[in-house]
C-alpha cells in the first residue's frame, strides 16, 4: 500500500506544469484540484475519490492519465 502522503505527491507532480492540491477529505476520500497557479483558473475538480484502488505507483499513474485525458478532451463533467 502507498501511504496517503505519498500518492498525494505523485498525483500533484502528474500535471505539471499545472499546479495539483491531492488534499484527505474528513472521510478518508480525496479532493484533487488542478490549477492555473498565474491565473487561478480551475481546470478540474475532482471531490471523493477512492484510494482503495490506488495500491501502487501504477495505479496512481493511470489515475493522472485518465483525469488528463478528461481535461484535454475538455470534459466539463470534470472540471470546476
Known sequence: ???????CSIVESGFQPLSCDCTVSPSGLLDIKVFDAA?????LLINGVSPAGLTSIRAIS???????TEMSAGR???AG
Open 39 to 43: 491565473t487561478g483558473r480551475i481546470n
Open 76 to 78: 466539463r463533467a470534470f
Open 62 to 68: 493511470d489515475l493522472v492519465g485518465e483525469l488528463r
Open 1 to 7: 500500500m502507498v501511504p496517503i502522503s505519498v500518492l
